[in-house]
C-alpha cells in the first residue's frame, strides 16, 4: 500500500491501526479529543505524520481527509474530517492552525 494507500478510508484506517494508530478524536470546542483518554489536544499538540484525501464514490464532491496523528503524550490514531462543501469550518481552522513543522510530508 506504499503511496497509493487504499481506495476508502476505511482500508487506510485498518492498515494504520495494525501500525498502532488505534486511536479515535472527535473535535469539539477548538480541540481534539481522544475518545478513550478524554484529553484534549490543540493544534499545537498534535503531529499530522500523513494525511489522504480521499473523494466520494458516488458523488465526487463528497470529499474527506484522513489524518494519522500523534500527539505530544504518545498518543498515535487516526481522524476522519469532511472537506469540501460539507466541511465543517471550525474543524477546518484546527488543522489548519497545526504548526508547519508538525507535518511530515513525505
Known amino acids: 500500500m506504499n ?3 487504499a481506495k476508502h478510508e476505511k482500508d487506510a484506517i485498518d ?3 495494525k501500525k498502532g494508530y ?3 478524536y ?3 470546542n477548538d480541540v481534539l479529543i481522544n475518545l478513550e483518554t478524554h ?3 490543540k493544534p499545537v499538540d498534535i503531529t499530522i505524520i500523513k494525511e489522504f484525501r480521499y473523494e466520494g ?3 465526487p464532491d463528497d470529499l474527506s481527509i484522513l489524518y494519522i496523528i500523534e500527539t505530544t503524550d504518545g498518543s498515535k490514531g487516526t481522524f ?3 472537506y469540501g462543501p460539507s466541511a465543517d469550518i471550525d474543524t477546518a481552522t484546527f ?3 497545526v504548526p508547519d513543522e508538525n507535518y511530515h510530508r513525505e
Do not use: I, P, V
Request: no cysteine; net charge negative; hydrophobic share 30%.
Open 3 to 5: 503511496g497509493e494507500y
Open 15 to 17: 492498515e494504520f491501526e
Open 22 to 24: 488505534t486511536a479515535r
Open 26 to 28: 472527535r473535535y469539539e
Open 39 to 41: 484529553k484534549n489536544y
Open 57 to 59: 464514490m458516488s458523488n
Open 80 to 82: 476522519l474530517m469532511a
Open 95 to 97: 488543522f489548519k492552525d
